[in-house]
């Protein structure tokens, strides 16, 4: 079956731009999760769904950076005023459900601040 | 912050010998799982293991879990090059009662299998 989708692949983008990126998870997964990694790293949680209300977003670096879920399926995580420290691969995971479920990850975006 | 130590930081073996990765954590965990990352397909899932297991096996692969050491480890017997990738261990944190469903990563070790 399709795993987990994320578009764009790539993004480049200006600082101070706003960006969007996307996530389609596995279908019937209630629970989504949202991580960045950067050069070198293992992945930082950012924020996790389950359904679609954010059960935690204690990872969300500051206020510039937002997650929605408006329907339990499809996540769309915004970067507002985007800096040049933003610059990494943002990897977003589904499960079955959250607690004790694999998670299964998608390809990521790779985010370019110039 | 990253709550999981991988050691080694890089590995590096011949096809047919076994790799042994370990990984250390602070907190009372849920469950600990493995991850393998190369460049042509993203994030895999390998193993997960719960706070009330000691040993999981899954093909090539051996996973021990030790929660009074706050350590795991992941062997791969019999390496192929195709094993080359960079392997991470996650764990899912308990605290209060709750598990929280975020994975806390580790920063990897490169594992790199000669043929």
């Known amino acids: 079956g399709a795993g987990v989708s994320q578009t764009p692949s790539n993004k480049v983008t200006e600082k101070g731009k706003y960006v969007e990126l996307r996530c389609d998870p596995i279908s019937g997964h209630t629970a989504l999760y949202w991580y960045r990694q950067s050069l070198g790293q293992g992945p930082e949680f950012l924020i996790y769904?389950?359904?679609?209300?954010?059960?935690?977003d204690s990872g969300l670096p500051n206020d510039r950076f937002f997650a929605v879920r408006p329907e339990g399926s499809v996540s769309t995580l915004k970067i507002q005023r985007t800096e040049r420290g933003d610059s990494a691969v943002y990897l977003c995971?589904?499960?079955?459900?959250?607690?004790?479920?694999?998670?299964?990850f998608g390809p990521g975006t790779r985010l370019t601040v110039t | 912050s990253q709550q999981g130590e991988e050691d080694p930081q890089a590995l590096s073996i011949q096809e047919g010998e076994n790799a042994t990765m370990n990984c250390s954590y602070k907190t009372s965990i849920n469950n600990l799982q493995w991850y393998r990352q190369n460049s042509g397909r993203g994030l895999v899932h390998l193993i997960l293991?719960?706070?009330?297991?000691r040993e999981k096996h899954s093909g090539r692969l051996r996973v021990t879990l030790d929660t009074s050491k706050k350590s795991s480890s992941l062997l791969i017997t019999a390496s192929r090059a195709a094993d080359t990738a960079s392997y991470f261990c996650?764990?899912?944190?308990?605290?209060?009662?709750?598990?929280?469903?975020?994975?806390?990563f580790g920063q990897g070790t490169i594992l790199t299998v000669h043929p």
């Open positions: 293991i719960r706070s009330n297991e």
């Open positions: 995971a589904s499960s079955l459900s959250g607690n004790s479920y694999e998670q299964y």
């Open positions: 769904f389950q359904g679609t209300g954010a059960a935690d």
């Open positions: 996650a764990t899912e944190l308990f605290a209060g009662g709750t598990s929280y469903g975020k994975l806390t």
